[in-house]
């Protein structure tokens, strides 16, 4: 079976650039998550989705940060436009219950630097 | 959400038992404790979850006192590709995960 994927694995772009990240999650996993790490910080949970619907998007930084799940799939983050502070690692995961036995299964992570 | 508190780094030999402690004095009723493993280049990876006793599975042990308040990570005779970084954390249902800083672990051969 094939975990989380997230595409790219790096991306380079000027300040003032946009970027979109995707992830695609296990199969049947109705809950997606995304989270970032930006240089020496923790992993901050960004936002969480039950199929389409945004069950949670308190951890957003600001409102260049666009995320969505058409179809209740893949998700794409969008950061528009990329400031220098965006730089950072951006994992996605996914589970099958939102529940306790909420073992979220991470991807790979996309690296971001913005120059 | 409880906020917990591990050791920043550890270093072990191959073959020994690696044991890492964690504190979470403000954890809830409702609360489990969990602990993800996480590889250089890698998402997190879910290691175990436990809410009091003694958990195994095949990768690890986790010990939880009467009190909930701290827990323990057990790894059997680590070998060299268990030099990783590892999270405790204190998930509530529903809820989303709060990662800290976690203990960066060094396995020597």
């Known amino acids: 079976e094939a975990g989380v994927t997230q595409f790219p694995s790096h991306s380079v772009i000027e300040k003032g650039q946009t970027v979109t990240l995707r992830c695609d999650p296990i199969?049947?996993?109705?809950?997606l998550y995304w989270y970032r790490r930006v240089m020496g910080k923790e992993i901050k949970f960004l936002l969480h989705?039950?199929?389409?619907?945004?069950?949670?998007e308190s951890g957003m930084p600001n409102n260049r940060f666009l995320a969505e799940r058409t179809g209740g799939t893949y998700s794409t983050l969008k950061v528009q436009p990329a400031e220098l502070e965006d730089s950072g690692v951006y994992f996605c995961?996914?589970?099958?219950?939102?529940?306790?036995?909420?073992?979220?299964?991470f991807g790979p992570g996309t690296r971001l630097t913005v120059l | 959400l409880a906020k917990t508190t591990q050791p920043i780094s550890m270093d072990s030999y191959e073959g020994q038992e690696v044991n890492i402690t964690c504190s979470h004095n403000?954890?809830?009723?409702?609360?489990?404790i969990t602990w993800y493993q996480q590889f250089p280049s890698q998402g997190p990876r879910f290691i175990i979850q436990?809410?009091?006793t003694k958990v195994t599975n095949e990768v690890a042990s986790l010990f939880i006192p009467a009190d909930r308040k701290s827990s323990t990570l057990s790894l059997p005779r680590v070998s060299l590709s268990d030099t990783a970084v590892y999270y405790c954390?204190?998930?509530?249902?529903?809820?989303?995960?709060?990662f800290g800083k976690g203990t960066r672990l060094h396995i020597l051969p």
């Open positions: 954390l204190v998930v509530s249902r529903g809820d989303k995960i709060i």
């Open positions: 199969s049947g996993h109705d809950n």
């Open positions: 403000n954890i809830a009723t409702n609360d489990y």
């Open positions: 436990g809410y009091k």
């Open positions: 989705f039950v199929k389409e619907s945004k069950q949670d």
């Open positions: 995961a996914s589970s099958i219950d939102a529940g306790l036995d909420n073992e979220q299964f």
